[in-house]
T-cell receptor, first 114, second 113 residues
Framework: GAGVSQSPRYKVAKRGQDVALRCDPI?????LFWYQQALGQGPEFLTY????????KSGLPSDRFFAERPEGSVSTLKIQRTQQEDSAVYLC????????????FGPGTRLTVT | GENVEQHPSTLSVQEGDSAVIKCTYS??????FPWYKQELGKRPQLIID?????GEKKDQRIAVTLNKTAKHFSLHITETQPEDSAVYFC????????????FGSGTRLLVRP
């Protein structure tokens, strides 16, 4: 079946612009995660949803970052007033259950802030 | 919170040789340890995982070992092939937030033909 998809795959934003990154998880997956991956580093946890509930947003770097999953499926990560340090690959992952289990990753959105 | 350290950062082996990547973790209550493979420009993909009630797990040429006392776990790839070339990430799930994965910084493996 279809895996996790993300759009856009690449985004160039001028500093100060707002961006919205979309994630379509695997159908039926309860859990959805956002990670930030800087160049040459491992993914870093940003936030976690179980269905439509955002249960953990402890990894969001600042209040410029906002994530939502209003109907428990598609999720959007929004970054307001982008800064150069926001440049990274943003990975979305989903898993079937809410507890520990395999996370299936999307291809990521590479954000470049100029 | 949990901290995962991974080494080496780069590893070059001859085709057919074995490769070993090691990770240590700080939270003794962590209970799930997956390994992901990420090819250049691609998504991370799970290749093997182990839970804290098991000491070793194998899947064809890949094996993972876990030493809970020492808080370290290792990935072993035997009979390496050029297509094994990629970046490998270890991760750990802390007990107090078991849905979360804390990743190591990655190991770039190059298998020379």
């Amino acid at each position: 079946g279809a895996g996790v998809s993300q759009s856009p795959r690449y985004k160039v934003a001028k500093r100060g612009q707002d961006v919205a990154l979309r994630c379509d998880p695997i159908s039926g997956h309860v859990s959805l995660f956002w990670y930030q991956q800087a160049l040459g580093q491992g993914p870093e946890f940003l936030t976690y949803f179980q269905n439509e509930a955002q249960l953990d947003k402890s990894g969001l770097p600042s209040d410029r970052f906002f994530a939502e999953r209003p109907e428990g499926s598609v999720s959007t990560l929004k970054i307001q007033r982008t800064q150069q340090e926001d440049s990274a690959v943003y990975l979305c992952a989903s898993s079937l259950v809410g507890a520990t289990g395999e996370q299936y990753f999307g291809p990521g959105t590479r954000l470049t802030v100029t | 919170g949990e901290n995962v350290e991974q080494h080496p950062s780069t590893l070059s082996v001859q085709e057919g040789d074995s490769a070993v990547i090691k990770c240590t973790y700080s939270d003794s209550a962590s209970n799930y340890f997956p390994w992901y493979k990420q090819e250049l420009g691609k998504r991370p993909q799970l290749i093997i995982d182990i839970r804290s009630n098991v000491g070793e797990k194998k899947d064809q040429r890949i094996a993972v070992t876990l030493n809970k006392t020492a808080k370290h776990f290792s990935l072993h790839i035997t009979e390496t092939q050029p297509e094994d070339s990629a970046v490998y990430f270890c991760a750990a799930s802390p007990m107090d937030s078991s849905y979360k994965l804390i990743f190591g910084s990655g190991t770039r493996l190059l298998v020379r033909p």
